[in-house]
């Protein structure tokens, strides 16, 4: 139990301090490198032209949002 309560006591005082750092300095946390978007790509996969795994995942899409507009009641 002791241990628990050391652990427990720990990860409050790592919070608090990010918390002070949050609110002295107004900025949230963030990566470091960017994102895809900062490689210049637009999406994850820089291909010309999709598999054809996510061509079946965007057809599958397509036909759930023709369902929900043929579907809606307003």
């Known amino acids: 139990m002791t241990y628990f309560l050391i652990t427990f006591a720990v990860f ?3 919070i608090a301090a ?3 750092g949050y609110i002295i ?10 994102g895809i978007a900062a490689l210049g790509l637009e999406k994850v996969c820089d291909c010309p032209e999709p598999c054809e795994k996510r061509k079946a995942k965007m057809a599958k ?4 949002a023709q369902i929900r507009e043929e579907n ?3």
């Open 12 to 14: 409050l005082v790592i």
């Open 18 to 20: 990010m918390s002070v």
């Open 25 to 34: 300095q107004r900025k949230t946390i963030s990566g470091s490198c960017g």
């Open 61 to 64: 899409e397509k036909r759930l």
């Open 72 to 74: 809606r009641i307003i």
